[in-house]
């Protein structure tokens, strides 16, 4: 019988749930599969639970078959996937949406504040037992309260997430347009201009667009150059929508004052000058690491493949 291929092993109660939905099971482990590994196991293969870790191409696909039906990717963001190439196979693609909203949000703010407010600075500075004394000027950060200004790129759910909670915190909030609905933008009193006022005025800039050719490198030199001199770019996206290069160079300059970032072009390479920069906070991708979330999403991406091998539209397709 036609197995269900998963790459890497998800959490405990959504392996039970693969395993009940009838067919042989291929797991990889939890490290990310080699790409011989993962075009061997996939062949012949009737759904593919992955993650972001896996490129799922024309090769992929051809190399599965013609009895693949369901790509159900464990991840809002779904850039590592040749949509088309899936459509053009009959393939249905799946992400997780919504679930992982609240805890990507949550971990923006927090690199806001630490990047804000010095936290990883003031941490070293008493790791490495430097003398310090208490002082009217010493590690002086971004008063979140004192009227500062958030400036959401891609306000979809996540940057809406951000947004209630950076309210929380007194923060004006500035938004690329949006074609959704306004109800809550009104309550929150979002003001919504275009990139490059955004960029001039915010003094958090913090991105939430997915990956498109559209998106990649939004954050370039010119971009970085319009922000202001104290402010802090945060990144929990995709890291190919910021010029690493660029951003490095505007960090080391001081042309902006911190970066916090979650995510990395090249993942899980990081630039190795960005480790080496006092101003940057720097975590591997962990904004939707918080246990109950990863629950939710690997059980959504089992539940998008039940549906499909029922003959059923999936709960959140892509395609
Ligand atoms: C996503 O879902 O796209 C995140 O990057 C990983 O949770």
Excluded at 131 to 147: E, H, Q, T
Excluded at 194 to 220: F, G, N, W
Aim: net charge negative.
């Amino acid at each position: 019988m036609t197995h269900v291929y998963v790459p890497r092993t998800l959490t405990d109660a959504a392996m039970t749930a693969v395993r009940d939905l009838g067919h042989p099971v291929v797991v990889g482990g939890e490290e990310p599969p080699t790409r011989d590994a993962l075009l061997r196991d996939v062949a012949g293969a009737v759904a593919v639970v992955c993650t972001l870790t896996e490129r799922i191409d024309a090769e992929f696909l051809d190399a599965a078959g013609p009895g693949l039906k369901v790509v159900a990717n464990t991840a809002v963001g779904y850039d590592n996937i040749d949509v088309p190439a899936a459509t053009a196979r009959g393939v249905r693609v799946t992400n997780t949406p919504g679930v992982l909203d609240g805890a990507t949000a949550d971990l923006t703010m927090a690199l806001i504040l630490a990047a804000g407010r010095r936290v990883l600075e003031g941490d070293r500075l008493l790791r490495e037992q430097t003398p310090w004394v208490w002082g009217p000027r010493m590690l002086l950060g971004l008063d979140l309260s004192a009227g500062a200004s958030l400036g959401v790129i891609g306000y979809g759910r996540i940057g809406r997430a951000v947004a209630r909670r950076a309210k929380a915190f007194d923060m004006r909030i500035l938004a690329t347009p949006t074609s959704s609905s306004l109800t809550e933008e009104d309550r929150l009193g979002v003001r919504f201009v275009e990139l490059p006022e955004l960029l001039e005025q915010a003094d958090v800039v913090t991105v939430h667009c997915p990956l498109t050719p559209a998106t990649r490198h939004l954050i370039d030199a010119d971009a970085l150059r319009r922000m202001k001199s104290t402010a802090i770019l945060v990144n929990t996206a995709r890291g190919g929508i910021v010029d690493e290069r660029a951003l490095v160079a505007a960090l080391r300059a001081g042309d902006i004052a911190g970066a916090g970032l979650d995510v990395f072009d090249g993942e899980p390479k990081v630039d190795p000058e960005l480790l080496t920069l006092e101003n940057a906070v720097l975590t591997p991708h962990i904004g939707s690491a918080g246990t109950a979330t990863r629950e939710r999403m690997c059980r959504l991406s089992v539940s998008n493949v039940a549906e499909v091998l029922a003959g059923r539209d999936p709960v959140t397709p892509v395609n």
